[in-house]
Structures are given as C-alpha cells and as structure tokens.
C-alpha cells in the first residue's frame, strides 16, 4: 500500500499464510517505532492511501516454455506493427 503526502510511506505485508477477509485502510499514520495506525475517515496526521498492489501470493511462477512463447508473440507483434507502419 501506499500512503501520500511529503513523508509518504510504503506498507508491505506478507499474505502467503492468510485465510479470509483482510481490511485496507483508507487512511493510516506511521507511528514513531514504524508500526501503522488506519482509519476509515481522515483525521490530522493521517495520509491517504493513493493505491495497493497483491502480487501472487502463491508463488507459482509461469514454466520457460510459456516465457518464450508470449516473447515471441511479442517480438512477432513489434516486427508487424513496424513493417505496415514503416513510411
């Protein structure tokens, strides 16, 4: 998650174990020892969160094989795109 304003900060959480509902806060305070306070509404010292990102929390990674597939469809794409639209 992160948080705006000129001492904006960044939250990251490990999720891999969790089960359930998580709750994001709209708004939230670093405390002095780095821990986070949230909040629903604004109030004085607390910065908004301006986006969050979960990033594959299982871990699993696609195989090589789909890696150089998708790569050449990609490059296949560009060479296309660039012999109709050359002038």
Known sequence: MA??????SVAVYNVAGLTGSVNLFRYAMALANGNLVGS????QG???MTGWTLLNPTGSV?????????????L???GV???FLKI
């Open 81 to 83: 795109a660039r012999r």
């Open 76 to 78: 296949g794409g560009l």
């Open 3 to 8: 948080y705006d304003g000129p001492n904006g």
């Open 62 to 74: 696609p195989d090589g094989g789909t890696t150089v597939m998708l790569l050449g469809a990609a």
């Open 46 to 48: 607390f910065k908004l």
């Open 40 to 43: 629903n509404t604004a109030a």
